[in-house]
């Protein structure tokens, strides 16, 4: 993977930028609610510099990586989890996976997404239209991925991803996802919030924590303000005695290489090698669909995967 615009003017900049993209777990009240929150401003502008995106793409694809990154606070070893949304609106879809390292990466199926008008609202609703939202978690063990759906009903990623575990994981749940712009279209802030309701909690500790959540500010704009993830949580739920259990890195990372795509492509028919390597046109250039890094290949490149292939 190469990143296109690693974020942060200088080495000094994105070393501090990366140290600040963190996931923080949490529990609040005696460990019935258990919470994540995420600060993903680094995340987000990279993820939108190896990509090409404009401001919308940036604000849906941005919306699911923060809240896959959210999904992968409780994974462990070499499990992974992946958000994916098939829709009949003008986004199509799109699929981002992240693992238990707090890598995170994935793509939307259709850009740029067709707009009949400029962007009014950040109202992604039309956008989406009719749909279907899967989650699968990955797991060594597992023979198969465990994979859940729901249809789409509100054309919102944290509000249908609220809606899936809440009926399908039977688990209460928040999502708080944000991207905030400049008046130029920069991104200055990307993160999110999870918060799960634990069995144990009581009528009193809920109504306590949905009248908190209607006064939380908005989190890229607290981020662009230069707030801290940790400082958001205290302030804003102190009276829910907020517990801090840990915290992990959280990075726009694919581990495509172009050894990898090399052995893709000698998985090709030997015919349609021999006619790429006769006719390119040069060089042939192959994407990662993940993180949008080119890998390129001439014409003795090619004869040697051949080569190699008959040796």
Do not use: W
């Not at 693992?99 to 939307?108: D, P, Q, S, T």
Request: proline content about 5%; aromatic content about 8%; glycine content about 8%.
């Amino acid at each position: 993977m190469i990143k296109k615009k690693p974020y942060g003017k200088d080495l000094k900049a994105q070393l501090k930028a990366a140290a600040k993209d963190k996931l923080y777990h949490f529990t609040l009240s005696d460990d019935t609610i258990r919470g994540a929150i995420l600060h993903a401003t680094r995340m987000v502008n990279e993820m939108r510099g190896n990509h090409g995106l404009g401001i919308l793409e940036t604000l849906v694809l941005g919306h699911a990586y923060v809240a896959a990154a959210l999904m992968c606070a409780n994974l462990k070893g070499d499990e992974r989890i992946g958000l994916k949304i098939d829709c009949a609106g003008p986004i199509k879809g799109l699929h981002v996976e992240a693992n238990a390292f707090g890598e995170v990466r994935g793509y939307l199926k259709n850009v740029p997404i067709p707009m009949e008008k400029p962007l009014e609202d950040f109202n992604l609703s039309p956008f989406f239209g009719t749909g279907i939202l899967s989650v699968s978690k990955v797991s060594r063990e597992a023979k198969q991925p465990f994979t859940g759906q729901v249809e789409l009903t509100y054309g919102s990623i944290a509000k249908d991803l609220a809606y899936y575990y809440s009926t399908s994981e039977q688990t209460p749940s928040v999502f708080n996802l944000s991207v905030k712009f400049d008046p130029e279209g920069n991104v200055t802030g990307a993160g999110g919030l999870l918060l799960q309701v634990m069995p144990g909690a009581d009528e009193t500790t809920v109504n306590r924590l949905e009248s908190l959540l209607s006064h939380v500010p908005s989190i890229g704009t607290s981020f662009t303000e230069g707030m801290e993830a940790l400082e958001l949580i205290s302030h804003n739920f102190e009276k829910l005695n907020p517990q801090f259990l840990g915290e992990h890195r959280i990075e726009f990372m694919c581990h495509c290489s172009h050894d990898r795509v090399r052995e893709m492509l000698a998985m090709l028919p030997e015919k349609d090698l021999r006619d790429m390597a006769a006719n390119g046109p040069f060089p042939v250039e192959i994407k990662c669909q993940h993180c949008a890094t080119p890998y390129r290949f001439n014409e003795k490149d090619l004869f040697g995967i051949m080569s190699q292939i008959n040796s």
